[in-house]
């Protein structure tokens, strides 16, 4: 059983930035693809990027590459996302999940199999 606790949400303005920790209990986090997504209301959950157990591989949507970048460490199991130039469409509440397969690319919702409950960012323009 894995659980994680997402923080670091807020509000912060069009161009600024935030940076959001997910943190992990259990021994096997290492082990683990780690991602985070985001939704809004009325809308399905939405994959930002993830990170690969070692930290090696990341990939990101479309909407955020360059600006956003994942991060994790494992000694201290947590996973970071950094997030710069924010707009006001990256409003959502954005949760942190953890695979435990080793997915190449962990995009989709259905490959997690533990998430946070998520943490709330708000770009105003």
């Known amino acids: 059983q894995v659980q994680l606790v997402e923080s670091g949400g807020g509000l912060a303005q069009a161009g600024g930035s935030l940076r959001l920790s997910c943190a992990a209990s259990?021994?096997?986090?290492?082990?683990?693809?780690m991602g985070w997504f985001r939704q809004t209301p009325g809308k399905e959950r939405e994959f930002v990027a993830t990170i690969s157990w070692s930290g090696s591989r990341t990939y990101y949507v479309d909407s955020v590459k360059g600006r956003f970048s994942i991060s994790r460490d494992n000694a201290k199991n947590m996973v970071y996302l950094q997030m710069n130039s924010l707009k006001p469409e990256d409003t959502a509440l954005y949760f942190c999940?953890?695979?435990?397969?080793?997915?190449?690319?962990?995009?989709?919702?259905?490959?997690?199999?533990?998430w946070g409950q998520g943490t709330q960012v708000t770009v105003s323009s």
């Open positions: 259990g021994r096997t986090f290492s082990s683990y693809s």
């Open positions: 999940g953890a695979a435990v397969r080793h997915y190449i690319f962990a995009s989709t919702s259905s490959q997690y199999d533990y």
